[in-house]
């Protein structure tokens, strides 16, 4: 997906943790690929596979004063969320 270092930023806002994106623009795909190379064997466990230095990660780092912004938003945000799935 497309990358947004505000929306990013906003994202870790709202859960008040930091993220660690994938370097990586299809990382569905990369996911996918990783699955198929342990079911094949060429990788001994998850661990390995996902030491690949290739990926790379970025981190984000929560914003405190963004965080206090959306802070009083999170408990709507998460009852409408809730509900979406009740009848």
Avoid: H, Q, W
Avoid at 58 to 72: G, N
């Amino acid at each position: 997906g497309a990358r947004n270092a505000f929306v990013d930023a906003v994202k870790a806002a709202l859960i008040d943790r930091p993220l660690v994106m994938p370097g990586v623009e299809e990382a569905a795909g990369i996911g996918a690929a990783l699955v198929g190379g342990l079911a094949v064997g060429l990788f001994a466990s998850p661990a390995e596979a996902v030491r690949l230095e290739a990926i790379g990660s970025t981190r984000i780092d929560v914003d405190p004063a963004l965080a206090a912004v959306y802070a009083p938003l999170v408990p709507d945000l998460v009852g409408r969320l809730t509900s979406i799935g009740e009848p």
